[in-house]
């Protein structure tokens, strides 16, 4: 349901409701790293993670044609937009630092 400046309280559950929309920033995400797994994806989210950056997985193969290995197809990890630069740099350094390997993925291209 969308935002209405008359309501506030959820009509279902009674609750009191955020005082107004969310921030266009708060829900622009992007991605910016494709994994070849999801080890490595989620390598990558905890390191931003523990940094207090928002991020989160998008599997962009299918689970129901398995390619072998306990692998499902590539893994993108998503970021907020106003945090992408930030994410990018602390992966960038934690692949110089050896945390991560080069060959676990590259950074996605914006459209």
Same mark, same amino acid.
């Given at each position: 349901?969308?935002?209405?400046?008359?309501?506030?309280? %959820?009509?279902? %559950?009674?609750?009191?409701?955020?005082?107004? !929309?969310? !921030?266009?920033?708060?829900?622009?995400?992007?991605?910016?790293?494709?994994?070849?797994? $999801?080890?490595?994806?989620?390598?990558?989210?905890?390191?931003?993670?523990?940094?207090?950056?928002?991020?989160?997985? $998008?599997?962009?193969?299918?689970?129901?044609?398995?390619?072998?290995?306990?692998?499902?197809?590539?893994? $993108?990890?998503?970021?907020?937009?106003?945090?992408?630069? #930030?994410?990018?740099?602390?992966? $960038? #350094?934690?692949?110089?630092?050896?945390?991560?390997?080069?060959?676990?993925?590259?950074?996605?291209?914006?459209?």
């Amino acid at each position: 349901m969308e935002y209405r400046e008359a309501v506030d309280h %959820c009509a279902d %559950c009674g609750r009191r409701l955020v005082d107004g !929309p969310m !921030p266009p920033d708060e829900e622009d995400f992007v991605e910016l790293y494709a994994c070849a797994t $999801r080890l490595d994806a989620e390598r990558l989210k905890a390191m931003l993670t523990v940094e207090k950056l928002v991020c989160n997985l $998008r599997e962009m193969g299918s689970t129901s044609f398995p390619t072998g290995g306990g692998v499902y197809g590539e893994v $993108r990890l998503v970021v907020r937009r106003r945090e992408a630069e #930030q994410a990018a740099e602390l992966i $960038r #350094q934690a692949m110089q630092d050896g945390e991560i390997s080069p060959e676990a993925g590259e950074f996605v291209e914006e459209e």
